[in-house]
């Protein structure tokens, strides 16, 4: 059936480290997007891509398509970064298909 | 008010009581969707609204049933839940079935 999966499962960094988190999907898809959820459970949206790199400040992310997976790169980690990173897909029809996610934990 | 808003943000309700969450988008979206995030589950689809018409069923229990008036609300009426519905509940809207805005969820406690 159709998948999506990230890893690691979790990631604990010290403040101001690089992080680099994956998302593999089995098929061709429409639509790729990266989110953060807080704490408080609400999905912020990163990056719209289902193909090509984005920056956004000290996050980027890159999707290969022909290869099927996607990467989110996040530099000089703070924080406010803490929280669980979700990649979603839609593969050709409504359903947005999520990941089950990278709890990322940053240290002071 | 911008973006997706919901409410409430939290609701405890008993097996028999009948409620409603309600969800408006301000971003001029055509589509609307109901998902629900249980603890240690991916999130998963449970209805999409296309212009107001239903699209989607993902296989949801009757007890849940979703109305959508126009393309800027959408609801979703509970009633006789049980414990294992509890979870947090998000409503999302795109444009054209693109780019998905979520709103900060509901957190619902059936008890």
């Known amino acids: 059936g159709i998948q999506v999966e990230q890893s690691p499962p979790d990631l604990i960094l010290q403040e101001g480290a690089n992080s680099t988190l994956r998302c593999n999907f089995s098929?061709?898809?429409?639509?790729l997007q990266w989110f953060h959820q807080n704490p408080w459970g609400q999905l912020i949206n990163l990056f719209y891509?289902?193909?090509g790199t984005k920056q956004n400040g000290r996050l980027s992310a890159t999707t290969v398509a022909t290869e099927r997976y996607s990467l989110l790169y996040i530099s000089s980690s703070q924080t406010t970064d803490s929280g669980v990173y979700f990649c979603?897909?839609?593969?050709?029809?409504?359903?947005?298909?999520f990941g089950t996610g990278t709890r990322l934990t940053i240290i002071p | 008010e911008t973006g997706v808003t919901q409410t409430p943000r939290h609701l405890v309700m008993g097996m028999t009581n009948k409620k409603s969450l309600k969800c408006e988008q301000h971003?001029?979206?055509?589509?609307m969707y109901w998902y629900k995030q249980s603890a240690k589950k991916p999130l998963e689809l449970m209805f999409v609204?296309?212009?107001?018409?239903?699209?989607e069923n993902n296989s949801v229990p009757s007890r849940f049933s979703p109305e959508c008036p126009n393309s800027s609300h959408l609801f979703l009426h509970l009633h006789t839940l049980q414990p294992e519905d509890s979870a947090l509940y998000l409503c999302?809207?795109?444009?054209?079935?693109?780019?998905?805005?979520f709103g900060p969820g509901t957190r619902l406690t059936v008890t």
């Open positions: 891509i289902p193909s």
């Open positions: 971003l001029g979206h055509n589509a």
């Open positions: 999302a809207s795109s444009l054209d079935r693109r780019e998905q805005y």
């Open positions: 098929d061709s898809v429409n639509n």
């Open positions: 979603a897909v839609n593969f050709g029809n409504e359903k947005l298909t």
């Open positions: 609204y296309s212009l107001e018409e239903r699209v």
